[in-house]
């Protein structure tokens, strides 16, 4: 009587086979201490110091000393009277610059993948002001934004046009600043995009010019869909930037002119600058919530919407 048998595949040459767990999983081949690293160097650098965070939220506290108060940083923190304009602020900060940088740093990308001279050079020139330090950026274009002695309105006084007070108008401090954050920061998103765009197979580009695919068809159908996973990336990476955003800002115009350009995080440094250090602790939890709250589903519908494409 014939019986049915499952033969193990026989290990390759000089490598002895994996142990098999009940169930068919296989079990993974280093020790468990392996990850032990790993696990302090994310327990020393995060998870401590948010929960040393939490707790100093919740004191009034000093360099020596500590009191328990219980949720009174948190009363008093929304009570600030510019924390409302600073929320405003941060989100429209945060849209306005990782929306210009997902749609320049596309367009940049698919024009430094062509076929384009100094190619190379034209990419190395875009990413430069990624690397530029943000506190240099801010007090450069502090200079050249100047109303009456700046770069940029003596060029527009060339040709005949009065430039505004880029950062002394409180209708236009802010999206000043936040052009100033697109320019440093497009760089990386092109970069991204460049590696999402290189990775599309030539084969999916062949077939849509055989089929008489134009420019705009080949950008619409192939790299626009297929490059989903840079878009999601640069998408995530600069809305946190920009809902973090201080340095250029406090650079720039400390949240001036009144309260105009103040985000969360400059109005949680102007409470600690005051001495208030519990409170600035709460500001900290309060916009490290508001980031998790925004940026966690967004990630899970962009990669469901990845997966499902």
Same mark, same amino acid.
């Given at each position: 009587?014939?019986?049915?048998?499952?033969?193990?595949?026989?290990?390759?040459?000089?490598?002895?086979?994996?142990?098999?767990?009940?169930?068919?999983?296989?079990?993974?081949?280093?020790?468990?201490?392996?990850?032990?690293?790993?696990?302090?160097?994310?327990?020393?650098?995060?998870?401590?110091?948010?929960?040393?965070?939490?707790?100093?939220?919740?004191?009034?506290?000093?360099?020596?000393?500590?009191?328990?108060?219980?949720?009174?940083?948190?009363?008093?923190?929304?009570?600030?009277?510019?924390?409302?304009?600073?929320?405003?602020?941060?989100?429209?900060?945060?849209?306005?610059?990782?929306?210009?940088?997902?749609?320049?740093?596309?367009?940049?990308?698919?024009?430094?993948?062509?076929?384009?001279?100094?190619?190379?050079?034209?990419?190395?020139?875009?990413?430069?002001?990624?690397?530029?330090?943000?506190?240099?950026?801010?007090?450069?274009?502090?200079?050249?934004?100047?109303?009456?002695?700046?770069?940029?309105?003596?060029?527009?006084?060339?040709?005949?046009?009065?430039?505004?007070?880029?950062?002394?108008?409180?209708?236009?401090?802010?999206?000043?600043?936040?052009?100033?954050?697109?320019?440093?920061?497009?760089?990386?998103?092109?970069?991204?995009?460049?590696?999402?765009?290189?990775?599309?197979?030539?084969?999916?580009?062949?077939?849509?010019?055989?089929?008489?695919?134009?420019?705009?068809?080949?950008?619409?159908?192939?790299?626009?869909? %297929?490059?989903?996973?840079? &878009? +999601?990336? /640069?998408?995530? !990476?600069? #809305?946190?930037?920009?809902? $973090?955003?201080? =340095?250029?800002?406090?650079?720039?115009?400390?949240?001036?002119?009144?309260?105009?350009?103040?985000?969360?995080?400059?109005?949680?440094?102007?409470?600690?600058?005051?001495?208030?250090?519990?409170?600035?602790?709460?500001?900290?939890?309060? %916009?490290?919530?508001?980031? &998790? +709250?925004? /940026?966690?589903? !967004?990630? #899970?519908?962009?990669?469901? $919407?990845?997966? =499902?494409?």
């Amino acid at each position: 009587m014939a019986t049915n048998t499952m033969v193990e595949p026989a290990a390759p040459p000089g490598r002895s086979a994996r142990p098999v767990k009940a169930g068919g999983k296989r079990k993974s081949p280093y020790p468990h201490w392996f990850y032990l690293p790993a696990a302090i160097v994310y327990s020393v650098l995060f998870l401590v110091p948010t929960f040393a965070s939490l707790y100093f939220s919740l004191t009034r506290w000093t360099l020596f000393d500590t009191e328990f108060i219980g949720f009174d940083n948190f009363v008093t923190f929304f009570e600030q009277p510019q924390l409302v304009t600073g929320l405003v602020n941060t989100m429209i900060y945060a849209f306005v610059t990782s929306g210009a940088k997902v749609v320049l740093g596309l367009l940049l990308a698919v024009f430094l993948t062509s076929q384009i001279i100094a190619r190379g050079f034209l990419r190395s020139v875009i990413f430069f002001p990624v690397l530029v330090s943000t506190v240099g950026v801010g007090i450069a274009f502090q200079v050249l934004m100047d109303p009456q002695e700046g770069l940029i309105n003596d060029s527009l006084a060339l040709l005949g046009i009065d430039g505004p007070g880029w950062l002394t108008d409180p209708d236009l401090a802010l999206l000043s600043i936040a052009g100033v954050d697109v320019w440093k920061g497009v760089g990386l998103a092109t970069v991204i995009y460049i590696a999402g765009i290189v990775s599309i197979p030539q084969e999916y580009h062949e077939a849509a010019r055989v089929d008489g695919a134009g420019p705009w068809q080949n950008f619409r159908h192939i790299i626009l869909p %297929l490059a989903q996973p840079a &878009t +999601a990336t /640069v998408i995530i !990476l600069s #809305l946190i930037g920009g809902l $973090r955003s201080f =340095e250029l800002i406090w650079a720039m115009t400390r949240g001036g002119p009144g309260y105009t350009s103040d985000v969360i995080a400059s109005v949680i440094y102007k409470q600690y600058q005051a001495g208030f250090y519990g409170i600035s602790t709460a500001g900290n939890v309060v %916009l490290f919530v508001v980031v &998790t +709250a925004i /940026v966690l589903p !967004l990630t #899970l519908f962009l990669n469901r $919407r990845e997966v =499902e494409m």
